[in-house]
Every structure is written in structure tokens, then in C-alpha cells.
């Protein structure tokens, strides 16, 4: 995934223009990007799913606040309390329908290189009570120089605050993930870095990373990015790390909320719980940007993961404790042939794919071609979208009740939000498209959506635009 349409950010002359000429190729289609990629091909980039049956009523898109630099995620509290994340390190409030003049909180070593920077943010399910949020983002470490000005090597972090009123107690930072380039989650091209983190109802916290490789070519740690000086030989090894327990990267990670310490009943626990298996909650990831929780009662959380892709395949995976979602082995439903046919990943290749706990998607889509999309390994319908960037779930009831236990997720790329419902057993029943150019219920103006949320006092879902550096709902207005 590459920003391409994000306004001046700590001094950075974003790249906008491209989106606007982008924007023109893309309806006429001739032109579209596969992760930074430039391609020519002819089709219709936008192809419908299913569509929604008449509604009594109709959806709305309405600003809830605007003017950030950069919003890239937001939690909401059970008073209605936004904390929303801006992408070069301050948080800042949204109360009672107003922009806080305070920042929450304000970091001062983040890193805002390619794609990264502050990208995850929640807050714990008990706030205020447990008055605990977490940030996840990229470190711009001062005192650890590459040896050349163009090696852009760097490491996520994730960090717990202590609320006090409206802002970050002071000297409350607790590092749990990232005290330095030792302990921190690699990332070696400053694309494919953290993620999201999200807390679980027994407190225990996930956070999502990339395998912080190159997105334009095959990256086996050959590439001269300096990283073997920063994190040790053994993490030079490029996508190769989604599949090596002794990395952060390419992972879904699950820490104990007080500590930052591996869980005894974690997949990979090996007795240390400092150490990066002990640590691992799910493995074989690209890119997993966004992803959600879904918790019953008595049973793991089951997450359902947005896997960005690389040269052909969106996914959406339902990953559990152990999983390996099988990059750079498998992208979508099919082989990465650039790396498989490399001597070195064919090696590693081999045990992946005879995997017991490899997890294919749930659902993919493809990033060029108006295909059939994909799921539970079968074909059906067809759209395209290339950025996979926002995943919830809809428990409220301010949408009419079809809608309730669907999954709403959303693509940067191609700037739309559609929804799926599962059965009982997590199997994909079926997909409908829901806002966007061509949306069937009028929400046409989606704007580079990062980040989707359901407000839990009134049932909304809320969605931010970095481009537009907005916060906006979606809500439904009853006949």
C-alpha cells in the first residue's frame, strides 16, 4: 500500500496531484496501481456484487469533524468519546460533536517515511474505568544512523498511555513492544510496518505488522537496505520474515496489556515470554493494515485480517491462534510465482504449503481485473479494488436489522466500502456493494477511507478520509 493523496504532513509536500490524475485514468480505465506498480490495461474498474434490496429509508454520509493532518485511525469510547490518530504522532479528541484544542497526546520520535507512521490506536474496552490507550507506529531513531542517508530501516513500537481527564497522564508512556531496534518489530523499506492494535474484552492486546519488505520487487534481505546493521543478520531476510518465529514482522502479535510480555496460552510460547514467538499470535502476513476482533462467549477471538496485497490478490482472512496466512508462499487463492520459482522461497515454500494451519481467505478480490472474487475457494461475482483498509462488524440498530452481525470493510484504492455477511460457521454467505462510485444506495463520495468504526452509543458507522483529513458517519434516516 502507497499514500498517494495525503496533504502537507510535518513538512512533507505530499504526492495529491497523483491521486487527481489517477482519479481520471481510473474511470476510464486505462491506468491503475498495484502497490506503487504503474500498469496499463483495459477494463471497468468498478463491477458490482450483489445488490441490496429496497430499503424504507435512505443512507447518509454527514462530516463529523475535519481539518486533521493525516487521520489514520480512530477508537471510540462508551460515552461516545473519538480519539482519533494523526499519521506524524498527536491524538486528538473528538467530544460532544467539537475538536479538543488540547492533543492528547503528542509523540516526538515518530518515523514518517514511505507509508510509515502513527497507524494503530485504541482504547481499552473498560476506558474510563481502565483508563489505558495504545498506539502503535513507526520509531524515528535518532541514535541508531544507517550508514547511508537513502537506507530507510526502521522499527515499530507499541506504547500504552494512562488517560488522565483529556490527556496522557504525565511519564504514564509504557513501552510494550519496541524500547529499540532489538526488541522492536522490523521494517526494512519503510513500507509494510505496523498496523492496527486492538484490545479484547479479557485485556490482552493484538497489533498487526507487515513484513516491512520491498513492494516493488522480490525482496529475499538482498537489497542492500541496511537492515542486517540495524537488526542483526537474522532478520535480513526480506518477506521471508512472515514465516520465521524469531521476527515480529509479517505477524499478528498478542501481549499481556501491562507488560507487553507474550501470553502462556499464545500458538508459538516457548517459555520467554520476551521472546518474538512467544509473542506471535498468527504468522504468513504481508501487509494486514486493518483488522477486527470477533469475540463469543467462551472461545478465542477469531480476527478477520485485511491482507494488503502485492501484484494480484485483496484478502480478507479469518485467522485463529497458529495460523499462517502463507505470504510470500500465497497471495489470495494463489501462488506468488516471482517468489516461488526463487530458490531460496521454494525451500522455505515447501512446509508452508503442506501447512495444517495454513489459512486461506475468507474472501480476495482482484487488483487489476474485474475477475470473479473469491471466497472459501470458490468463485463468485466480480469487482476489482486494490488497498484493503477497514474491517467492523455491525452490532448496533440504527442500520435496518439486515445489517446486524454483517462486516463492513472498505479499499483505500479504489475509494469504496462494501459488506459481507458469514454463517454460523464463519463461511462467507454472500457480498453487496455499499458506498462508493457506483453505490446502489446513494453513498457515492467515499474519500480514501483508512479506518472504519461503529460508534457504540448510537449505532453509526464512522469511517476517516486521510486525504480529506476527515472524520465522517454513515447513518441511516428512516421514511
Not at 480512530?74 to 479528541?93: C, M, N, P, Q, S
Not at 544512523?145 to 497522564?169: H, I
Not at 463468485?380 to 435496518?400: K, N
Not at 457515492?444 to 469511517?463: F, Q, S, W
Amino acid at each position: 500500500m502507497k499514500w498517494f493523496r495525503i496533504r502537507k504532513i510535518s513538512g512533507e509536500a505530499w504526492p495529491h496531484w497523483w491521486s487527481r490524475v489517477l482519479r481520471i485514468f481510473f474511470r476510464i480505465g486505462l491506468v491503475f496501481v498495484l502497490g506503487g506498480a504503474l500498469a496499463f490495461i483495459i477494463f471497468d474498474p468498478v463491477v458490482t456484487t450483489e445488490s441490496p434490496p429496497p430499503l424504507k429509508g435512505k443512507f447518509v454520509d454527514e462530516l463529523v469533524a475535519d481539518g486533521f493532518m493525516g487521520p489514520t485511525d480512530l477508537a471510540i469510547t462508551d460515552d461516545g468519546t473519538i480519539f482519533l490518530a494523526e499519521r506524524h504522532g498527536v491524538v486528538r479528541i473528538i467530544k460532544n460533536g467539537g475538536i479538543l484544542s488540547r492533543p492528547f497526546v503528542t509523540l516526538t520520535d515518530v518515523n514518517t517515511s514511505g507509508e510509515s507512521g502513527l497507524l494503530g490506536l485504541d482504547v481499552h474496552p473498560k476506558y474510563p474505568e481502565v483508563p489505558y490507550v495504545y498506539l502503535l507506529y513507526s520509531v524515528h531513531d535518532k541514535s541508531h544512523k544507517p550508514p547511508q542517508p537513502s537506507l530507510v530501516s526502521t522499527f515499530g513500537r507499541l506504547v500504552r498511555y494512562t488517560a488522565e481527564g483529556n490527556v496522557a497522564a504525565k511519564y504514564s508512556e509504557k513501552i510494550l513492544i519496541g524500547n529499540g531496534p532489538e526488541d522492536g518489530i522490523p521494517n526494512c523499506s519503510s513500507f509494510h510496518g505496523v498496523g492496527a492494535v486492538k484490545v479484547a474484552s479479557d485485556g490482552s492486546v493484538y497489533a498487526s505488522a507487515g513484513e516491512g519488505a520491498s513492494w516493488k520487487d522480490v525482496d529475499i534481505g538482498d537489497h542492500g537496505d541496511g537492515c542486517d546493521l540495524l537488526f542483526g543478520a537474522d532478520q535480513a531476510t526480506g518477506a521471508r520474515r512472515a514465516q520465521q518465529l524469531n521476527s515480529l514482522a509479517g505477524k499478528v502479535l498478542r501481549v499481556g496489556s501491562e507488560l507487553g510480555l507474550g501470553l502462556p496460552d499464545n500458538p508459538f510460547y516457548d517459555g520467554d515470554p520476551h521472546s518474538p514467538a512467544s509473542r506471535i499470535f498468527a504468522m504468513g502476513l504481508r501487509n494486514p493494515f486493518r483488522f477486527v476482533l470477533r469475540e463469543t462467549m467462551g472461545a478465542s477471538p477469531l480476527l478477520y485480517v485485511g491482507d494488503v496485497g502485492w501484484t494480484n490478490w485483496e484478502e480478507i482472512t479469518t485467522v485463529r491462534a497458529g495460523a499462517n496466512a502463507g505470504w510470500p508462499c500465497f497471495e489470495g487463492p494463489a501462488n506468488v510465482k516471482a517468489y516461488n520459482k526463487h530458490s531460496v522461497v521454494s525451500q522455505l515454500c515447501q512446509p508452508v504449503r503442506h501447512d495444517e494451519n495454513l489459512a486461506f481467505p475468507l474472501l480476495s478480490w482482484n487488483r487489476s481485473k474485474p475477475r470473479e472474487y473469491w471466497f472459501s475457494g470458490h468463485p463468485r461475482g466480480s469487482f476489482t479494488g486494490h488497498t484493503v483498509t477497514g474491517l467492523e462488524f455491525y452490532t448496533g440498530d440504527q442500520f435496518p436489522q439486515r445489517y446486524r452481525g454483517a462486516l463492513f470493510f472498505a479499499d483505500y484504492g479504489e475509494e469504496w466500502i462494501k459488506v459481507l455477511w458469514v454463517d454460523d460457521q464463519h463461511h462467507l454467505d454472500r457480498v453487496e456493494d455499499f458506498a462508493g462510485v457506483d453505490s446502489p444506495l446513494g453513498l457515492v463520495g467515499v474519500d480514501t477511507p483508512v479506518d472504519l468504526e461503529m460508534n457504540p452509543t448510537n449505532g453509526e458507522l464512522l469511517y476517516v478520509s486521510i486525504s480529506a483529513g476527515q472524520v465522517r458517519r454513515i447513518r441511516f434516516v428512516h421514511e
